[in-house]
């Protein structure tokens, strides 16, 4: 059976024209848009890239003073294996440094330990006894980079006689656990 129809121009133009539309509209969803979201895409990461680079070659530039600023703050994290161990090393350092600064020790004792992201804060509570200047040169210390003490609290008592000051400290340092001991930190 052989159909014999006659089409007018008007409809073969108009059937020409839904061809190409669809033509186009296959071409475009198959082809096109494909290669412009992979391109798009390709200069998005091209662009992470150069930021990347640019951040990386600022921090080249600054290495030096980077490098010094980490030896220079080396000591503001104390680490050690144990918690024993870093409650002694925080004792240890803090009666060290109010002995140089000429204060006299009463009692040093360890308060609780908070715990910091990854860090641990440990906490000691010091009595000590002194002139004016030697609380300040205790102090000035306790901000020296290589100790970066933290004074949560500071009483101080005025009197009179060889140690005209009474003061008491809530000193707190950053701390590090490097073993497998961790400890249980307060909220």
């Known amino acids: ?65 980077i490098q010094s600023e980490f030896k220079r703050l080396q000591g503001a994290v104390t680490s050690g294996a144990s918690e024993q ?11 060290r440094l109010a002995s140089e600064s000429g204060l006299v020790v009463a009692s040093v004792k360890p308060t609780i330990v908070k715990k910091q992201n990854e860090f641990y804060r440990y906490g000691i509570e010091l009595q000590a006894q002194g002139e004016n200047h030697k609380l300040v040169q205790f102090l000035l210390g306790m901000q020296d980079p290589r100790h970066l003490l933290h004074t949560d609290q500071m009483t101080v008592h005025a009197g009179r006689g060889a140690a005209p000051l009474s003061i008491t400290f809530r000193i707190s340092k950053l701390a590090q656990l490097s073993g497998k001991t961790r400890v249980e930190a307060a909220p």
Request: hydrophobic content about 50%; overall charge positive; proline content about 1%.
């Open 1 to 65: 059976m052989a159909f014999n129809v006659k089409i007018s121009g008007r409809e073969r133009r108009l059937a020409a024209a839904t061809v190409s539309v669809l033509v186009l509209a296959a071409l475009y969803l198959n082809v096109i848009e494909p290669v412009a979201v992979n391109w798009m895409e390709v200069r998005r990461r091209g662009h992470e890239a150069e930021a990347k680079l640019a951040e990386l070659r600022q921090l080249i530039q600054n290495r030096e003073t």
């Open 85 to 95: 161990e870093l409650k002694i090393a925080l004792l240890t350092e803090v009666d």
